[in-house]
């Protein structure tokens, strides 16, 4: 790569050496790497505990599922040559190699092994999840700040005498300007979502459920924060059969069970790992180790 202090870029005529970015890049990378061997580690106790392993075919499987996971609900696989091509824009976007990925879909297999076991797609849970993508849903746009005072100017905002701007306009924009939520920088608006989708907080399940389409609800407290709901529509059941909607969706939502056991058994897994910094190289920040990044879905 050079000696310390061959120039790596040039800063306003001024070059940046090796010597002077060293320390910030073994900071992040060096982070990164010890996270990510905090996770593999744990996940080889487990899995030996267990008597389990990782196979290439397990591997294999994983690639095919996030494949499969960018035809969206269309069914299937794609073709050979699509599928090189879907890989090569998750690599692309996810700022991975090849190698990274392939470690990403290992730790994937083997988290997946851990949970598999314990996962069952009960009628239950397919009629649950029935509803949820088939039953009535709601079109809203919400915002999410952090504090109350801020939530209740704002809606104060929203319910004053206005310059014939429409709510949702009104709403979109206070959204883009102040909200947390991810979905501030589409103006607020969320997927359809219905009230009985358990992946959604309750408080915001009983805004939709008791907002009528056109208003603005209260001030809704969520664990991040304080939110304002406007619901636009309601949407009515679409009309699929519970038959119909388990021969297509079946593997599909035992796949989204198992990655929601995946992201609590992850957790667990880091949180009772044990680090204990050796030097100064990576900082104060590796005192509470963090969780890893989201494996490759």
Do not use: C
């Amino acid at each position: 790569m050079g000696s310390p202090e061959t120039p790596l870029a040039v800063v306003n005529g001024e070059p940046v050496t090796i010597a002077e970015l060293g320390p910030e890049l073994l900071e992040r990378a060096g982070r990164a790497a010890l996270e990510g061997l905090i996770l593999d580690r744990a996940l080889a106790a487990e899995l030996q505990r267990v008597g389990l392993s990782v196979t290439s075919a397990m591997v294999d499987a994983e690639r095919a599922l996030l494949v499969a996971a960018g035809q969206g609900d269309s069914g299937g696989l794609a073709a050979p040559g699509d599928a090189s091509q879907r890989l090569s824009e998750y690599l692309a976007s996810a700022g991975l190699d090849r190698a990274a990925l392939t470690r990403q879909l290992r730790r994937n297999a083997a988290l997946r092994a851990l949970v598999a076991p314990g996962v069952v797609l009960t009628p239950q849970r397919l009629a649950l999840e029935h509803r949820v993508r088939h039953g009535e849903r709601s079109i809203a746009r919400v915002i999410v700040v952090a504090s109350a005072s801020l939530a209740q100017r704002l809606r104060e905002r929203l319910t004053a005498p206005g310059d014939g701007t429409p709510l949702p306009a009104r709403f979109a924009s206070l959204a883009f300007e102040f909200s947390a939520d991810e979905s501030a920088p589409r103006g607020g608006l969320l997927a359809p979502l219905s009230v009985d989708d358990p992946r959604a907080p309750l408080a915001l399940r009983q805004a939709l459920l008791s907002t009528e389409p056109g208003q603005l609800s209260g001030l809704v407290g969520l664990p991040s924060g304080y939110a304002l709901v406007l619901v636009e529509q309601r949407l009515s059941a679409t009309g699929v059969a519970l038959g119909a909607f388990e021969a297509l969706q079946r593997d599909s939502i035992r796949h989204g069970l198992e990655r929601e056991a995946m992201d609590a058994l992850l957790a667990r897994l880091v949180s009772r790992a044990v680090v204990v910094p050796m030097g100064a190289s990576f900082g104060s920040s590796l005192g509470t180790p963090s969780t890893p990044g989201t494996p490759a879905r």
